[in-house]
């Protein structure tokens, strides 16, 4: 098996699993809209087996599949997505990914409070 790897393996300054981010400030046009609708990348929301939705990082350049690296964490972690976990089985260089700072457990917290 021919092993791929992520482009990305550390969690970009900006990330909405950071607890400390304001998805308001969020470069590369922030939309709250989208923002709710990625809720369908999260594994409970997800039927096994069928196509995986993964949420991509805000600062991929078009035409990239960068996955969001405090997503891959959570739903890797806390967020049990099985469908991922064998995914990132063909990928190299996930031991080293890397979050920083204390992180949201759920997605539901990565949203902005309404202002």
Not at 2 to 17: G, S
């Amino acid at each position: 098996m021919e092993k791929k790897e992520l482009n990305r393996t550390k969690q970009c300054a900006k990330c909405p699993w950071k607890v400390s981010t304001d998805p308001y400030e969020i470069p590369n046009n922030y939309d709250v809209e989208k923002h709710e609708k990625l809720e369908c990348t999260i594994a409970k929301n997800q039927q096994f087996g069928g196509t995986l939705k993964a949420m991509a990082c805000h600062e991929s350049k078009d035409g990239e599949e960068d996955y969001c690296i405090g997503w891959l964490h959570n739903q890797l972690g806390e967020g049990n997505n099985v469908g991922l976990r064998i995914k990132m089985l063909y990928y190299s260089n996930v031991r080293e990914i890397q979050v920083f700072g204390k992180q949201h457990k759920k997605f539901r917290d990565t949203l902005p409070k309404r202002k």
